[in-house]
Each structure stands twice: as structure tokens, then as C-alpha cells.
Nanobody, 124 residues
């Protein structure tokens, strides 16, 4: 278990940008792939993006590809989600999570150690 804390959410107009951060307080953060997920009201939580343990491989949901960028700074135990060209349908609580596979890319194992989430609201 790696304690995670998300931040950076807020209210933004459509077309705007936000940068989310997810900080790990302790634990072997740099050894695991990380992911961002989101949950809109009345909907199930969905995958947004993931990044391998070294930060060399990334993968995105089709709905955010070309607009969002995931990155990580292992020296700071932090993973980021840069969100550009935001749309009202991006409105959700955004969560980060750590993958269970050691030295993985996030395509195997399970995501867990969920943070408390950060609200992103995009107005039209």
C-alpha cells in the first residue's frame, strides 16, 4: 500500500487546462506503474491513463488521447496528469492509483492504493 494524495482539481471553462498531481507519502513509489482514473456522477469509475514504473511507457483512454498527458517524477514521488482542451464531459472526480505489479507498465496486475480524489469541473 502506497498512501496517495491527489491535488490540482478545480473549476475551469471548456477549452481550458488543469494539471493534477498525485503525491506518494512513503512506500516504493518508483517501483510501480501508476494510473489515473475518474468517476463522474452516476457513472462507474473509468480508466484515464497509465504510466510505467520508469516513465517510459504511457497509455491513454481514447476519450482523452491527444488532450491529456501523464508523467511522473520518481525523485519527487509524484505523478502528474496535464489536461488540455478540457470538455464538460471531463467533469469527474479524478483518482490516482498504484499498480500491483513490481517494475511493471501497468498493463498487468491490479490498481489499488486509491487516493481521496480531486474534483474537476468543466463548464460549457
Amino acid at each position: 500500500q502506497v498512501p496517495l494524495v491527489e491535488s490540482g482539481g478545480g473549476l475551469v471553462q471548456a477549452g481550458g487546462s488543469l494539471r493534477l498531481s498525485c503525491a506518494a507519502s512513503g512506500g516504493p513509489f518508483s517501483s510501480y506503474a501508476m494510473g489515473w482514473f475518474r468517476q463522474a456522477p452516476g457513472k462507474e469509475r473509468e480508466f484515464v491513463a497509465r504510466i510505467g514504473w520508469l516513465g517510459l511507457t504511457t497509455y491513454y483512454a481514447d476519450s482523452v488521447k491527444g488532450r491529456f498527458t501523464i508523467s511522473r517524477d520518481n525523485a519527487k514521488n509524484t505523478v502528474y496528469l496535464q489536461m488540455n482542451s478540457l470538455k464538460p464531459e471531463d467533469t469527474a472526480v479524478y483518482y490516482c492509483a498504484a499498480n500491483s505489479e513490481l517494475y511493471g507498465q501497468g498493463d498487468k496486475g491490479d490498481f489499488g492504493s486509491w487516493g481521496q480524489g480531486t474534483q474537476v469541473t468543466v463548464s460549457s
